[in-house]
């Protein structure tokens, strides 16, 4: 029998999977955005050369065991040991599937390539994700890809920091980060063999978060909990709402806590031949904890400054619409109180950063926008925002 395929069906197609071609567009035009990457010669900046030779190392000398010995550092120093060694991994991983027919720097430049991309294609896979809107997911995405007027090589992990600074490991992490989010929340409304894989998955990219760049890899800790607490609580939420009883079918309505449990168990597992050897000698050998920058609350101030006008807008925006998205006026008015406290906190942080208190009005942001979450159908903008 021939397989036939008419107008009227690649429409329906078209129809049901219209975001996967743009999402590619998308990812086309950020490839094309640092195609320079590719001329002749090693990528300028001031850390791209060290990555690019600890690159190597890992590659030519280290696999099985990456956390090997650099004789030309500071007369032997474990630099996987004491640096993330996630971004060296990719690196060498690219070069040895091609099997040495591409140089240690073309694999480097499509590592870095990437990195680059992997923001956008995790952002848009978490918004729908959590919302299951496209067109949201595909900004998301185009957002994560564009360079903004107002971006800073120091504070934000983008084309500038990547290329001028050279610190790409930091953009591996978030994209990382995102994709796993993405999986958890995916995880949470799946049974079976479907949770079990995206379970496993979770985890693998929570530890190579981790092991890409430490801070991503603490900050990713702190929004799974905040994911799957939102996840459970709302369950409990939505379930007295309909049927006034909290602890009916409790082990269903669990499911997010034990998958994020079991995720963090996972990652540590996965990330101890690392994790146990730095906390054992990191005070006795590295010496990074006394030459740390102390950057203070201005920090802050820097993330407003490098924001674009229409990203603030576009937040702004979400956040009203998650809040006023409530299905009755009580649910409404509540999430309108916390969300308008959480929002006032930060408010006050920019206004009065060195008052002391910043730490505080931060912690009482972060919770009531995270209690704001609990009480609408579309929770993704506050969640994010806590």
Known sequence: MAFKINAKSLRKIFLQHWDLPALAFVLFFGALSIR????????????????????YFTAKYFYPNILGWDPYNNFGWVFNQYYNPGAYILVATIHNLFLGTIDINTAYKLGFLLTYLLPG??????????SGNRLGAILAAFFCIVVMPQ?????????KQMYIVGMWPQRLGIGLALLALALLTYATKSKGLRWSVLLSATASLTAFTLLS???M????????????????LRNLYTSYIETKKVFQKLAEKSRPIYTLILVGSLALGFTAFWTIPLLETN????????????????????????????LIVLLSLGMVISTISAKNQQDR?????????GVLMILLCYSSPYDGYMGMRLIYATFTLFLAALVVPEPAPLLLAS
């Open 121 to 130: 294609f995790s952002a848009y896979w978490l918004v729908k994700s959590l």
């Open 333 to 341: 008015g509540l999430a309108i109180a916390l969300a308008a406290s």
């Open 151 to 159: 971006e800073s090589e120091w504070f934000d992990a983008g084309l």
């Open 213 to 215: 760049h430490p801070m």
């Open 217 to 232: 890899g603490i900050g990713l800790a702190v929004l799974l909990v905040l994911f799957g607490l939102n996840f459970f």
């Open 283 to 310: 005070t006795t050998y590295h010496s990074l904890p006394t030459i740390t920058w102390r950057t203070g609350p201005w920090v802050f101030m820097e993330v407003f400054s490098s924001l674009d006008p229409l």
């Open 36 to 55: 320079t990457i590719f001329r002749p010669g090693i990528l300028p900046g001031w850390d791209n050369p060290e990555h690019l030779v600890c690159s």
